[in-house]
C-alpha cells in the first residue's frame, strides 16, 4: 500500500470539486505522517487531543492541525497553540473555552459547529434548533479570539446510501440557510465538513468542503 499513490488518487477525485482532504492520522505513527507530508498532504485529522500535543512538534510547522473529535473544555488548553481548525465544537461552554485559550496565546481560532445528522445516539453535536438558537443568542458574539466559519456532521453509519444522502443534503440544507441569514461578526459559512471514508464520494456530490479520510489512504486501524 503506497500512501502517496492514495493521496495522489485523492487528490485526482477532489479536483475541481471545491472539496479537500484532511487526511486523519489518529493512532498512526508519526512516520506515516511524514510520508504523506512528503506526498504533499498537509491536513491532518487528530480525534485526541493528547495524539496531537505529541505528535505537532514532531512535524513541520506548515502543517495544518485539525481536531475532529470530541473535545472537552479541559484539554483545549493543549491545542490552542497550534490548531487550525475545530470541527467538534457542540455547546457554548467549550466555544467560551477555546476563545479564553485562544486568547491567551493571541490567536483566534476557527471552529465548526457540530450538528447531530446521525440516527444514532452515539454520534455528538447541537441540533438544528440549537445551533440556530447559540447563533441568535448574543454569547458567540461577544467572543474575540474564535471564528465560526461553518458546520461539521457525521451521517448514520449504514449500507443506506440514500439515508446517508438525505443526512449530508439536509445539513447543506441549513448551512445555506445559515448563509443567507444574518450572522454575528465572527460568524461565517464557509466550510461544510462532512464525508469520511466510507461515505465521502456521496459528501462531495452533497457539497462537502472538507472530507475526513483516514483508512483509504492509511489502510484500516491495527
Not at 446521525?118 to 434548533?129: I, M, N, P, S
Not at 443534503?169 to 461565517?188: D, Y
Request: glycine share 8%; net charge neutral.
Amino acid at each position: 500500500m503506497s500512501i502517496a499513490r492514495n493521496i495522489a488518487e485523492f487528490e485526482q477525485r477532489l479536483s475541481g470539486t471545491g472539496c479537500r482532504l484532511v487526511a486523519v492520522t489518529k493512532t498512526k505513527p508519526v512516520e506515516m505522517l511524514r510520508e504523506a507530508y512528503a506526498a504533499g498532504c498537509k491536513r491532518f485529522g487528530e480525534n485526541r487531543v493528547q495524539e496531537m500535543a505529541d505528535k505537532q512538534p514532531q512535524l513541520p510547522a506548515d502543517v495544518e492541525w485539525h481536531l475532529i473529535g470530541h473535545l472537552q473544555t479541559n484539554k483545549v488548553k493543549y491545542i490552542a497553540p497550534f490548531v487550525a481548525l475545530i470541527h467538534s465544537v457542540d455547546s457554548l461552554k467549550l466555544l467560551q473555552e477555546i476563545d479564553k485559550q485562544a486568547a491567551k496565546n493571541q490567536r483566534v481560532i476557527d471552529c465548526l459547529l457540530q450538528i447531530f445528522i446521525a440516527r444514532e445516539e452515539t454520534k455528538f453535536g447541537l441540533d438544528y434548533a440549537e445551533a440556530e438558537a447559540l447563533l441568535a443568542s448574543g454569547e458567540v458574539e461577544r467572543l474575540r479570539n474564535v471564528r465560526v466559519v461553518g458546520l461539521m456532521g457525521m451521517a448514520t453509519f449504514t449500507e443506506n446510501r440514500e439515508q446517508v444522502k438525505q443526512e449530508f443534503r439536509r445539513l447543506k440544507q441549513f448551512f445555506e440557510k445559515l448563509k443567507a441569514s444574518p450572522l454575528p461578526a465572527n460568524v461565517s459559512m464557509q466550510e461544510l465538513s462532512m464525508g469520511m471514508s466510507g461515505d465521502y464520494g456521496t459528501a462531495v456530490e452533497e457539497g462537502s468542503t472538507l472530507v475526513r479520510v483516514g483508512s483509504a489512504i492509511f489502510g484500516e486501524r491495527g
